[in-house]
């Protein structure tokens, strides 16, 4: 009774939510193997009939694909380590500092963290227009900054918050100096958080569209405006959005595999810390 029960309350769930979050993915990869007449056949097939790589060969020579690809990493990363770096030493400030305006600067992050990203658009253009910095990477490094390190810092000084300080205390009584304990002790404690942090911040980066398609050109467009790029009023093509859509989507499951370990940890950690 109790393992008929199970199946009908856990595993019949589970397989209907993967089948329900993997079914757009299959969808996708299936397309994208079928020639492009097939797609546009009134005769629908879930299967391609004769699956091929045309898509993926026009994708990569034909397009500026592999170039919006490359911006798009650049961009991703060094948004990463920055705002990993300023999050970690304004974390730890907040955390092990005691000062008059701490506990309004932690409320002002996570307000401005709330601030729709549509809001900044104008006076970040303008910014960055007179900077003369516009339709390069270094205004997308600059804008997805603003964005994720509000967020990152409030999350960092909650994990921070539960490293026992007297750990830094006795790193210090060995004759560690301040930055020697952050690096040394802190830092290697708050892995998982970090990873689950920055993993945030890679997806955002990676992920976002707005920004990426006001602040760039040709030169510096990243993958998001370039799929976008191939729907016109005229004509959509299915064929290199479906197979971009499966190349864009890589990058993220190698990360979530490299990582997935810490990540857990990290996720878990924040959801019982308090």
């Not at 500026?64 to 705002?83: E, Y």
């Not at 810092?153 to 060995?174: C, K, R």
């Not at 479906?242 to 990582?259: Q, R, S, Y």
């Amino acid at each position: 009774m109790r393992q008929r029960k199970s199946i009908w309350t856990f595993y019949i769930p589970i397989v209907f939510f993967m089948v329900t979050v993997l079914f757009p993915f299959a969808w996708i990869l299936l397309t994208s193997l079928k020639e492009k007449k097939e797609m546009f056949s009134a005769e629908f097939h879930f299967l391609p009939l004769e699956p091929t790589l045309n898509s993926y060969r026009e994708l990569f020579e034909k397009t500026d694909f592999i170039h919006n690809m490359w911006n798009s990493l650049v961009v991703s990363f060094v948004t990463v380590l920055i705002a990993g770096i300023v999050s970690f030493m304004a974390g730890y400030a907040l955390s092990r500092y005691r000062f008059k305006i701490r506990n309004g600067l932690m409320y002002f992050f996570l307000l401005l963290y709330l601030v729709p990203s549509t809001l900044l658009l104008i006076p970040l253009y303008t910014i960055f227009n007179k900077m003369g910095i516009l339709h390069t990477q270094l205004c997308l490094i600059i804008a997805y900054s603003t964005y994720s390190i509000p967020y990152s810092v409030w999350l960092t000084t909650g994990f921070i918050n539960q490293v026992p300080y007297e750990l830094e205390e006795a790193a210090a009584l060995d004759g560690c100096n301040l930055f020697q304990r952050m690096i040394r002790i802190v830092l290697p404690l708050l892995r998982p958080a970090m990873v689950a942090s920055l993993s945030f911040i890679f997806i955002t980066s990676w992920n976002e569209y707005t920004y990426a398609n006001m602040f760039t050109n040709k030169d510096s467009r990243t993958v998001t405006v370039a799929l976008s790029n191939f729907m016109s009023q005229y004509n959509i093509r299915w064929d290199l959005i479906t197979a971009g859509g499966i190349i864009v989507v890589i990058p993220v499951v190698i990360m979530f595999v490299i990582v997935q370990k810490d990540l857990i940890a990290g996720l878990t950690a924040g959801g019982v810390k308090g």
